[in-house]
């Protein structure tokens, strides 16, 4: 019988590497850090106050324009002009900026300011914002960056299961290959394609089962084919395929095994 291996203690750099190593991490990572940055490079010019309109009391007075400005900011073609303005309330004199799109308004134009009455700090002139962009500009972005969490949590996920594995106690068995699939995909240059590789294995008189979907060169795939199977020995539908860790934690594997077989 197969005897039961336990490694407790594994060195944290290896946990870090294996814990984010893979394919689906790396495309995970690049759609959320390049939807961040562009998330944080708008972001100051990002109208947050817009709701407050809408949900608490709002005053209108006529205001001064004092300045207008180009900004850097643009949306489909049309650069955003920010207007500086003053107005008043209760005989103090409030002043006061907000963006849009319009170039008829111009310095020395008296306009309708809108403001809060609880908080005169917030406020625009009719028509305009208090950020060059809507939040609503950038919703799309923050779907990338769900999709990029949700596509590095799964593989994470499973790679913590892993890890709970190699500490309660693990078999590392035989495995067969029962099919094998290539997936049409769309490559790119030197790309390379994805396979659903189909094993089986055997505990106590029990055959299982374990897919793996994994994007792989052809040295890869004829070095996993003949992988072997790291199996849970509390739950033996629970399995992962050797040869498709990372170098250094197969082999880190390989060798604490073997040391506690001795």
């Avoid at 594994?10 to 690049?30: D, E, N, Q, W, Y």
Wanted: proline share 3%; no cysteine; hydrophobic share 40%.
């Amino acid at each position: 019988m197969q005897k039961v291996k336990q490694l407790n203690k594994i060195p944290f750099g290896l946990k870090v590497k294996t814990l984010f190593s893979g394919k689906l991490i790396t495309i995970g990572l690049f759609m959320l850090s390049v939807s961040m940055i562009i998330l944080m490079a708008f972001l100051p010019d990002v109208d947050f106050q817009d709701s407050k309109y809408d949900a608490e009391s709002v005053s209108e007075a006529k205001g001064l324009v004092l300045a207008v400005q180009e900004t850097n900011s643009s949306l489909n073609g049309r650069r955003a002009l920010k207007y500086e303005y003053e107005f008043y309330q209760e005989d103090r004199s409030v002043k006061g900026e907000s963006y849009g799109y319009e170039e008829s308004i111009g310095v020395g134009d008296t306009v309708a300011v809108e403001y809060l009455k609880d908080d005169s700090g917030i406020s625009r002139i009719v028509g305009t914002k208090n950020g060059a962009f809507g939040i609503d500009s950038f919703s799309f972005l923050f779907v990338f960056v769900v999709l990029g969490l949700a596509v590095i949590g799964i593989p994470i996920y499973k790679k913590v299961k892993f890890f709970k594995m190699l500490k309660s106690g693990f078999k590392i068995l035989p495995a067969k290959i029962q099919s094998e699939m290539r997936i049409p995909s769309f490559q790119i240059g030197k790309s390379k394609p994805i396979y659903r590789l189909k094993y089986s294995y055997e505990v106590s008189g029990s055959i299982y089962t374990k897919e793996l979907y994994a994007i792989l060169d052809e040295y890869s795939i004829n070095r996993i084919r003949m992988s072997a199977m790291l199996v849970d020995s509390h739950n033996h539908t629970q399995a992962v395929v050797l040869e498709n860790l990372p170098i250094r934690m197969r082999g880190y594997i390989v060798e604490k095994s073997a040391i506690g077989a001795n």
